[in-house]
């Protein structure tokens, strides 16, 4: 039986038709972290990261972008992929 906060939830709960994933290497995450004080560590990142790769490959809504591209390469392929979805 599910719980009754799962019950009253699932009214508001939506599955979005797309979810694109930027994807990075952790080291390139770490680089990009612009304070000292973070709770991103290198294991919570690796197990995040490998989370999100296998959503990509269950999932046909998620869309995995390269994020180890320059930033206008980033902008036009999350551009080329809402395009082909139609948003």
């Known amino acids: 039986a599910k719980h009754y906060v799962e019950i009253i939830l699932e009214a508001f ?4 038709d797309l ?3 930027i ?3 952790v080291d390139t995450a770490l680089d990009r972290i612009e304070t000292d004080h973070t709770y991103e560590n290198r294991e919570f990142l690796q197990q995040a990261r490998t989370n999100y790769l ?3 490959d269950q999932f046909s809504r998620f869309v995995r972008v390269d994020g180890e591209q320059d930033i206008d390469s980033v902008v036009n392929d999350v551009t080329d992929t809402l395009i082909n979805h139609g948003v």
């Open 23 to 25: 994807d990075v290497s």
């Open 19 to 21: 979810t694109i994933y």
């Open 54 to 56: 296998v959503l990509c």
């Open 13 to 16: 709960s939506y599955e979005p």
